[in-house]
Nanobody, 121 residues
Framework: QVQLVESGGGLVQTGGSLRLSCVAS????????MNWYRQAPGKERELVAG???????NYADSVKGRFTISRGDSKNTAYLQMNSLKPEDTAVYYC???????????????WGQGTQVTVSS
């Protein structure tokens, strides 16, 4: 089993910053990418930022220049530094990882339980 655990969410005022963390644990052979998604009430889940094991990064247009995704040295961790937060960033943020458990199984997505980020105006 693979588990993803997020932390770092909370309440912050407009213009403030938060740093989210995600740690992957369990039977892991390789993690190909770690990503952050978010889902606001009444909206679909959307990709916020992604980081591949090869170092390629991508961001949603709405967060470019404000959010930074990074991977830890262990490669089993991912961070999302969120600056200049806006009320429209309010959502539950989910960590996602594309994981290969062993070479006999297909790689698949795993999800964390989510962490609430609320930006007050």
């Amino acid at each position: 089993q693979v588990q993803l655990v997020e932390s770092g969410g909370g309440l912050v005022q407009t213009g403030g910053s938060l740093r989210l963390s995600c740690v992957a644990s369990g039977r892991i052979f390789n993690i190909y990418s770690m990503n952050w998604y978010r889902q606001a009430p009444g909206k679909e889940r959307e990709l916020v930022a992604g980081a591949t094991s090869g170092g390629r990064l991508n961001y949603a247009d709405s967060v470019k220049g404000r959010f930074t995704i990074s991977r830890g040295d262990s490669k089993n961790t991912a961070y999302l530094q969120m600056n200049s937060l806006k009320p429209e960033d309010t959502a539950v943020y989910y960590c996602n990882a594309d994981v290969l458990v062993n070479i006999e199984m297909a790689r698949r997505d795993y999800w964390g339980q989510g962490t609430q980020v609320t930006v007050s105006s």
